[in-house]
């Protein structure tokens, strides 16, 4: 189990930009995949981006080009930095960690996209 903690989240107006941090309790070496999902309310939990031990990403159709995933690996966290922010982009982002067939999820944290 890697212990997952996010930061970063916040009411921002549409158009404008936020990170979110992912801090992980292991070497993001030793994690195979992590993830950033996303839920809004009355909705299902949505695939954002990934990024993986070798460093490849991947991203939903709906945030490339406006979101970019990255990572410290000094500092064991990934990072889902948001720009040109829309009210759609408003939910609970949740950060994964998958290690062999165990996933490990964060709490979350609120993003609202609003003016």
């Known amino acids: 189990q890697v212990q997952l903690v996010e930061s970063g989240g916040g009411l921002v107006q549409p158009g404008g930009s936020l990170r979110l941090s992912c801090a992980a309790s292991?070497?993001?070496?030793?994690?195979?995949?992590m993830g950033w999902y996303r839920q809004a309310p009355g909705n299902e939990r949505d695939f954002v981006a990934r990024?993986?031990?070798?460093?490849?990403?991947n991203y939903a159709a709906s945030v490339k080009g406006r979101f970019t995933i990255s990572r410290s690996i000094a500092n064991n966290t990934v990072y889902l930095q948001m720009n040109s922010l829309k009210p759609e982009d408003t939910a609970v982002y949740s950060c994964?960690?998958?290690?062999?067939?165990?996933?490990?999820w964060g709490q979350g944290t609120q993003v609202t996209v609003s003016s």
């Open positions: 994964n960690a998958v290690v062999g067939s165990t996933t490990s």
């Open positions: 292991r070497s993001l070496f030793n994690i195979n995949v």
């Open positions: 990024i993986n031990n070798g460093g490849s990403t």
